[in-house]
Structure formats: C-alpha cells, structure tokens
C-alpha cells in the first residue's frame, strides 16, 4: 500500500489554507494567483526555478549532479531501473521541448507538413457559369489559373497549375502546390462571371475544425483559416507541454484563454469539438509511434467536465500507450463511462479518478479495473499493484493454462528409446534413422507454420523458410488435393530424398538438456497388424514431441526452430526391424523457449548491491527535480518517490492527485502556494 | 476430411466447448496440458472446466495422413489460442487421431494438446 503522507481532510479545494490561485486542478503546476491561465503556466516555470533559488542546477534532466538533500527513502533493490532513462532526455525529445518552449513551436511547425495545398472556393453557384454544362467548374478552374499566373511576379515564367479540383454543393475544392496555392488564394473576391469569389484555405488533416461556426464562412477575415487554428492549437499545445515530465496538460480545457480567444467553444463548454482537433493536431507533431510514446508519457485531463470519455474518446488513438493519466474533477459515475477507450489505453500504470463519482465505488470496482488495465499500478494515488505483481499478473495473463510436465506413459521403454536415438540419429545419420525404423508403408509430411505468434522478447530474426516452404503440406494453405498428395510421402525412399533437401540440423542433447523437450507418450491399440493375423489390430504408441533445434545452414550463422513433431509407432513385420514408425508429421515455427511447467515462486533474482554509489545520487538528482517541481521539502519529495518507486513522472502524478490533502509542512516555507 | 473436422472441432471449441460430447466416444482419451482423461462423460467435463470463458483457435497449420488399414486419420494441428482478454495469443499444438465410428463419421480417438509459446 502506499501510505500516503498525513493527509488532512478532505474538503472543498479552496479550504486549504493558502488558497492556490486559479482553479485549474489537475497536474498544471502551481501558479501565482489571479494572472491569466497562460502567463500563469508560463510564469509557472519562472517562478519554480525562482523558488527553488539556489537549489537550481543546470541542465535540469542531469542524473549525476549532486543535490544537496537526499531522500531518505530507500530505493527499489533492483539496481537502475531502465526507468531512469525517462530522466535522462533523448535527443529528438530535447528538441521537441525546446521547441514547444517557444511560443513559436518552431520543431513542432518543421514536423508539421508545410503549408495546405487546399482551398475551398466559394461563389461559383451564384455565377453566369453555373449554367454551364459542368456547373462552371472548367472555367473556373482555368479563370483561376490564368489569373493566378498573370499576378505572378513577372520575372517568373511559372504557370500556376491545379492538380485536383472537385465540387462539392455550393464550393470548389481544389489542390496544388503550395507555391500556387498561395498565388490562388490572393484571387479571393475576385469577380468571376458576376459573382465574387471567397476563397479559404482548407486543411485536410482537421476535418472537425471548421473555422465557419454558424454560416458566418461568407464574411472576410473573420474565421480564422484552418492553418490559424492549427497554428493556434499548435501553440496552446505548447503552453500545455512540459517536456520534462513528458507530461501533455489537457486540463479545464474550457478555460483555456487561448482556446476561448479562438472561439472554439462558441459558448458551450464541450470538450468534445475541440479535443479531436487537439488530438490530430498533437498526433501530427510524430512521425511514429515511439516516438510519440517517448515524448508524452502522461496526460492529465482534470476538470473538464466529463461524464463519459466518449467525448475524448481520440486520446486512446493518439496516446495508445500511455502511461499515466489524471481524470481528477470529472463526471465520470461509472465503469461504463470509460468504455469509449476500449480496451485501448491498456498500458496505463498510473490512473486518477479523484473527484469523480465513481470514486466512491471504487473499493467494489477496483476489480474491473485492474482487469482492465493489466499494468496499472496507482489508483487514486493508491498502489494497487507492485510492478513484481504486474510482470506476475503478465505472466499469468499469457498462460490462463497451466503449463504441465509431459506425461510420459511409455511400454517397455520403447517410446524413450526410439527418441532417443531418433533425435541423435536425424542429425546424423538421417539414411540409417530410416533404415532402422521406418518401412515402405511409413508417412511423413512436414508443415510450417510462418504466423506463429512469439514474445516481443525474442528478437533474434527468423531464418527464411525456402527450405521446408515447398515441402509444406499445411493444409490452410495447400488445398489441391495432388500438391496434398505430393506432399506426403510414403516409403523409406521417398522420405530419404526429401531429408536429402532439408538442412542439417543439431537437436540439443536429450540427456543434458531435457529441458528443451516436452515428449508425451501413450499407448495406442488398434494399429494394423503388419503380421496380419490380429483383427482387431496391435498396440502402437502414440508420441507428441515439442522442442527445437539449431539449423546448419550453410552460412556460419546459426538458426534455431522450434517443432512439433507427432509419431505414431507400432511393431514391426515380422524379420524386420522391431518397431516402425507408421506416421511422422512435423511442425516447424519460428524459434521460441518451449513453455515451461511454472517454477516455483521466488526466482526473482537477488538484488544486487553494487550500485548503491550510483542509484544513491540518481535517487537525490531526482528528489531535487521533485522538489523544484512541487514545492514539497525534499523529505516529502522522496517519500513521495519511495512509494512511487522511484518513477519521477509516477511521484508527480500522485503528487497531483494528493496535494490537496498534503499538509502546510509538506511544503517549503518559501513556495507560493 | 482432416479440414472440415478441424474447422468443425474448433467451432464448436470456441462457441461452446460442452457441444464436443459427441465427438468422442467412452473409449477416446483427452490429453490436456499432460492430464489424460477417458471417456466422454470425463472429456466434457474436463474441456467445461478449464480455467477460461472466451476462447478463440487460430489454425496455422493442419496437415493429415491417413493411417493405415484401421482408416483413421492422424491429424497434427499448429495454432494460436486467444483466451478471454488476453490479446498476445499462445502457441498451441495439437494432435488427433481420428477413427471411423462405423456409421460413415470419425470419432476422436485421442485429442492431445500442448501449449508449446515461448
């Protein structure tokens, strides 16, 4: 559990004793009372390094400068975490926080495709070429395009050219290079054919930002263009993006000064217009996943008046994997109010839900939700689970099933022996295996399975399959019924020139590592009688075996598959060998550890010690960022870090959800609070 | 012959286990994760009780041979299992052998399965 520290009642939020300034809850950090929302965040900054005062360092993410307190809290055994490296900034992260800085954005406009390259055009439905056969739209376009060119500058031999055009109701869409777009956009009220023509640019990518609120489109200079709002969502964006914590500030959005001064929330106060834009805009600013992943890590969306997510339902297509997230002073009542995020979202470590109906049900409902999020840690502040409890949940996750032993009913040792040497002789020997067990009645086929899932774990790559994929009898795939015949083959001969074509192999030693085998057995009556004297047949045996071996190929890198290779033996003819094998199916799939029967618990690995030196000042660095963030004393701070286990984004978010309740003490004296 | 029962045998799996009764007979045996059990009644009863609700087989690969003069089929199945709302699916294999029940149909004769994931 994590005990929190004393926490005084819980009341309205002004009831503290100094009054914080604003009400913008959530993880926007403290601010100087009664300045706008926006000089206040930004001022926020200021004022953080300024009551932090000499404790400052330089180079703010710097892991190895010394602090001068340091947490009394023990750290977590394990030595460096890998989650320090969220400390330590990565470089393409560094540049997106120098950008979002600025309000500029400048990296954040460079990720940005440049320009539009779509106008909408409006007016020609009202023109004497409406009545044209096309509506007008030819001579419109080729209006547009000698008039565009004519206004060139005149050194210039270009010939403004649209690529595309389409009409859609009243307006004309058209596309071109950037260069003449702007060249064709300085036509707007132009006459054409009586009519004036508006044109407007218009941005693809954000379809649910249309600057035109309420048929206002027809007047000039009003509505901002699609690229100003995404201009100023790009900057309000950047006020609300602390690099540091990797942290994206979507709280009280309906108060955001920059967002209101655009008109968005047109006097409602829905989230739901503007979150999608907000969305797309922010998905924009990565060109991948990861990169996504590195640079936003949390998002709070405190005080926004939601009663269902489904109104900011595109958070979970932007951030899938996001890690923390703070839904303080919301509306959400019920499990069901979450259901717009799927089961998106799922890597989610750290939820609040403080303020929220449903916080009084959470006892009931903490089940579903850990359920739901099978890596979540912190609930409300609370540790729901410790991340030993989450790799043990994983793991139990990926087998519902227990994993047994084989079970291994051999008669008379015949089964052990025939593998035994079956598994020696296939890499040696493949003539002499057939010589010794198998017959002109005996069947083998081989299927690959290509889309065999495996851990992320495994990395190393999959050697090509040309080899068996010829061979391959996998029915999914092959169902002619001469390539299922082809496919098969029966007799020694026809085994013997099929192993000629497959690699060499290496299984591993059966003796000393029989842990890379799972071999079942059990008898099997009923066979043909290869005498033919028994009716009702003789008894065979049936194995299944699963293992791997490591292929020859002829580069000198080495290739590890892993099988399952089913046998069905019986006794042999009469003066030939004893046993014989009458089927033999291999499957093959890309390599992966075999499922072990479940160890016994505790193989955690010991902790190790000989980082205490480095894990001791990486902890103090860490509880002074904590310190110049919040304002706690560094002993709150740690404590704060203990049983955040050490996770600086993880210690912030509970520090959001709680300080509410954090005592005067908690504080530094000279924080303004 | 091998297709249609695979496709069949995990229909059934996946909609409701409990309905696989009448494909085995008293004298099959169910080798689960290494626990065998014989007999329909025992079957179903073990297939009812394994630890999940929503299941769902992936077949990757069916291959089948003819075996012998009994005319039963040997059938060796790879695949995926995706099992409540775990979304990482798990390697399975999976061997039957199937005999003719006398009435022009198969029956299971031996069912075994092994999760075989990494």
Redesign the interface.
């Known amino acids: 559990m994590l005990s929190r520290p004393p926490t005084a009642p819980r009341g309205a939020r002004n009831s503290s004793p100094a009054t914080r300034g604003g009400d913008r809850g959530g993880i926007q950090k403290r601010s100087r009372g009664g300045a706008p929302a926006r000089v206040d965040r930004d001022g926020d900054l200021v004022m953080d390094a300024a009551a932090a005062g000499n404790k400052r360092r330089s180079g703010k993410g710097r892991l190895d400068s010394p602090a001068p307190s340091r947490g009394s809290g023990r750290g977590r055994a394990n030595g460096p975490s890998p989650r320090g490296g969220n400390l330590g900034t990565i470089k393409a992260q560094r540049a997106i926080i120098r950008g979002l800085g600025t309000e500029q954005a400048n990296v954040l406009e460079s990720r940005i495709t440049p320009g539009y390259s779509t106008l909408q055009i409006t007016g020609l439905s009202s023109s004497k070429a409406a009545s044209n056969p096309d509506g007008g739209l030819e001579s419109l376009l080729s209006f547009l395009e000698r008039k565009a060119t004519e206004r060139q500058d005149p050194n210039s031999n270009r010939e403004v050219k649209i690529k595309k055009s389409h009409m859609k109701g009243d307006s004309v869409f058209v596309t071109a290079s950037p260069g003449d777009i702007a060249q064709i956009q300085k036509l707007n009220g132009f006459s054409f054919a009586g009519a004036v023509l508006e044109i407007q640019a218009r941005d693809p990518a954000t379809p649910g930002l249309r600057s035109d609120k309420s048929g206002d489109k027809k007047k000039d200079g009003v509505s901002p263009s699609a690229e100003e709002t995404k201009e100023r969502l790009k900057a309000v964006l950047a006020t609300r993006y602390n690099g540091e914590l990797k942290l994206l500030d979507l709280s009280a959005l309906a108060h955001d000064t920059g967002l209101k001064e655009m008109g968005v929330f047109d006097g409602s106060t829905t989230t739901s217009k503007i979150f999608p834009a907000l969305m797309v805009v922010c998905g924009g600013l990565f060109k991948t996943r990861q990169e996504k992943q590195e640079a936003i890590v949390s998002v709070t969306l405190a005080d926004n008046d939601l009663a269902d997510v489904a109104d900011v339902s595109s958070l979970a297509e932007t951030f899938p994997d996001l890690k923390h997230l703070d839904l303080s002073r919301n509306r959400l009542a019920q499990m069901s109010n979450l259901d717009a995020w799927g089961?998106r979202l799922?890597h989610l470590s750290t939820l609040i839900l403080t303020g929220n109906p449903i916080e009084t049900q959470l006892a009931t409902l903490k089940t579903d939700i850990l359920?739901k999020y099978p890596y979540l840690e912190i609930l409300n502040g609370v540790q729901v689970r410790t991340p030993e409890e989450v790799a043990a949940a994983l793991d139990f996750?990926?087998?519902?099933?227990?994993?047994?032993?084989?079970?291994f009913?051999d008669v008379g040792q015949v089964g052990e022996n025939f593998i035994r040497q079956f598994v020696v002789l296939y890499d040696t020997d493949r003539t002499a295996l057939l010589a010794q067990f198998y017959d002109s009645?005996s069947?083998y086929?081989?299927?690959?399975?290509?889309?065999?899932?495996?851990?992320h774990k495994?990395s190393a790559p999959i050697a090509p399959w040309a080899a068996y994929l010829k061979h391959?009898?996998?029915?999914?795939k092959i169902?002619h019924l001469p390539a299922q015949m082809n496919r098969?083959h029966r007799g020694i001969q026809a085994i013997q020139s099929l192993w000629a074509t497959l690699p060499a192999t290496r299984h591993p030693d059966i003796q000393t590592q029989g842990e890379k085998y799972?071999i079942?057995c059990?008898a099997?009556p009923?066979?043909?009688d290869p005498t033919g004297q028994s009716v009702r047949?003789v008894d065979g045996l049936?194995i299944?075996m699963?293992g791997e071996f490591e292929e020859q190929n002829n580069s000198t890198e080495k290739s590890l598959r892993?099988f399952?290779r089913?046998f069905?033996l019986g006794p042999g003819a009469p003066g030939g060998q004893p046993i014989r094998v009458?089927?033999d199916?291999m499957?093959l799939?890309c390599?992966?550890?075999?499922?072990l029967p479940k160890p016994a618990a505790n193989s955690q690995p010991a902790p190790t010690n000989n980082n205490n030196g480095s894990e001791q000042q990486r902890q103090e660095a860490m509880a002074m960022q904590l310190v110049e963030k919040t304002g706690m004393t560094p002993q709150y701070s740690a404590l704060c870090l203990t049983e955040t286990g050490w996770d600086l984004e993880k210690a912030f978010m509970a520090f959001t959800a709680n300080k509410d309740k954090l005592p005067a003490d908690a504080f530094l004296a000279n924080a303004a609070r | 012959m091998?297709?249609q029962f695979t496709e069949f045998y995990y229909n059934q799996f996946d909609q409701d286990r409990k309905n696989l009764a009448p494909l085995y007979r008293d004298n099959s045996?169910l080798?689960f994760?290494?626990?065998?059990v014989q007999g329909t009644a025992g079957i179903v009863e073990k297939l009812s009780a394994?630890?999940?609700g929503k299941v769902k087989h992936q077949?990757?690969?069916?291959?089948?041979?003819?075996?012998?003069?009994?005319n039963g089929i040997?059938i060796?199945v790879?695949?995926?299992l995706l099992?409540?709302?775990?979304?990482?699916?798990?390697?399975y294999?999976q061997?039957f052998?199937l005999?003719p029940d006398g009435a022009g149909s198969f029956y299971i004769?031996?069912d075994?399965f092994?999760?075989?994931?990494?």
Do not use: C, Y
């Open positions: 089961s799922k359920k996750a990926k087998s519902p099933i227990p994993i047994a032993g084989p079970d009913r009645e069947a086929s081989l299927s690959v399975n290509v889309v065999a899932p495996r851990s495994i391959s009898r996998n029915m999914v169902t098969l799972l079942e059990h099997l009923g066979l043909a047949g049936i299944t699963h892993s399952s089913t069905v009458v089927s199916m499957a799939r390599w992966a550890p075999l499922a | 091998a297709k045996m080798t994760e290494s626990a065998s394994l630890p999940f077949v990757s690969t069916l291959d089948a041979q003819p075996t012998g003069e009994t040997l060796l790879t695949g995926a099992v409540d709302d775990e979304q990482r699916p798990m390697n294999s061997t052998q005999l004769f031996n075994i092994k999760l075989v994931f990494g």
